[in-house]
């Protein structure tokens, strides 16, 4: 009759007959297949991770140089609504007079550059009454295609002679080319314009308007290629 197991055969005694029957070699084999594949798996999830982490790390460092970048132009615009307002609350755009204006200026041009292509005190009509005669170098500019201009039809002129522009703040462009700034200085015109109102000290009367025009080449390209 069929034979009877007096008791169970344990599964640890079938994994020993069975592997029992295997070669050195083969039992070799299957082993370093083994550790092989963990291998594999390992460096596989390993890989991964790297490349995950990796990617993560380079869109980090991106968003980080843009955001610097953006905080520097920010900071160095900010720097300029504030120099309009100086050089307009100065006591030789105050005094009215050409030549002291133009001194001023030429010292400004030397202490800013190269932020600066031009500036330009307007008298209450718009027309140009003083402008710096040397650039950010230090070199003569012939300034007869300037003095004497008309600007009263710019927005920048409107605002502060029409009194929007209140103590404390400054009117600002956005980028733009000038023909005539380009000319003026041999450049491609790529300008920002900061003015701001010439006040009288005592009666808060606007006088004129001083007008810079900021290098777009020489500040904002300069950081962003920096």
Not at 51 to 69: F, L, N, P, R
Not at 150 to 162: A, H, V
Not at 169 to 178: H, P, R
Not at 185 to 211: C, H, N, Q, Y
Request: neutral net charge; aromatic residues 10%; hydrophobic residues 40%.
């Amino acid at each position: 009759g069929p034979r009877k197991l007096d008791r169970p055969i344990a599964v640890d005694h079938l994994e020993v007959r069975m592997f029992g029957n295997w070669s050195f070699k083969r039992k070799l084999q299957v082993a370093i297949g083994a550790l092989s594949l963990v291998a594999l798996l390992t460096s596989g999830f390993l890989t991964y991770e790297l490349y995950h982490d990796t990617i993560h790390i380079k869109s980090d460092i991106v968003t980080g140089a843009a955001d610097g970048i953006a905080d520097k132009i920010d900071r160095n615009l900010f720097e300029r609504f504030g120099d309009v307002q100086a050089f307009a609350l100065s006591e030789p755009a105050r005094s009215g007079d050409p030549e002291r204006i133009t001194k001023f200026m030429n010292d400004m041009m030397a202490a800013y550059a190269p932020i600066y292509d031009v500036m330009l005190v307007l008298d209450k009509k718009g027309n140009v009454v003083a402008l710096n005669k040397v650039d950010k170098k230090g070199k003569t500019l012939e300034t007869s295609s300037l003095k004497g201009k008309n600007f009263s039809e710019k927005d920048w002129f409107k605002n502060c002679i029409e009194n929007k522009i209140q103590p404390g703040q400054a009117y600002y462009t956005d980028l733009y080319l000038d023909n005539d700034i380009g000319s003026f200085v041999s450049s491609d015109g790529k300008i920002m314009t900061f003015a701001a109102p010439i006040r009288d000290s005592a009666t808060g009367e606007i006088l004129g308007v001083w007008s810079n025009q900021m290098s777009w080449n020489d500040v904002v390209k300069d950081i962003i290629q920096s």
